[in-house]
């Protein structure tokens, strides 16, 4: 699967989406991955962690569409696209933040 294709969508990746996709393709590895993403994203412009946010926002609408194609990846792509958000926004965008919200990211 190119989860980097889905994370990108129509634009240029960014950089931390490698990581994203290691913690995706490797998924024992995630624990050890949240932090290194952490300071990654902190070092981001806002454009970018938009950009990441909604690239995290994508990753969980493409597995919840495709979630009976394979159930397993669809619920890897949930966990670590939900996990990430959280951990780097404080709650999903899904879920009831308003769009015009400031991110708490970093």
Not at 11 to 29: G, I, M, T
Not at 31 to 59: A, K, M, N, Q, T
Not at 71 to 99: D, I, N, P, W
Request: with cysteine.
């Amino acid at each position: 699967m190119d989860y980097l294709w889905i994370l990108a969508g129509k634009e240029e990746p960014l950089p931390v989406f490698s990581r994203v996709v290691e913690a995706l393709e490797n998924y024992e590895e995630f624990p050890f991955l949240l932090e290194p993403i952490y300071h990654e994203v902190s070092e981001l412009e806002d454009e970018d962690i938009d950009r990441l946010r909604f690239g995290l926002v994508r990753l969980q609408v493409y597995a919840d569409i495709h979630r009976y194609e394979d159930m397993e990846a669809a619920q890897r792509m949930k966990y670590v696209a939900s996990t990430l958000e959280r951990v780097l926004f404080g709650r999903l965008l899904l879920e009831g933040e308003e769009a015009g919200d400031k991110h708490q990211c970093c």
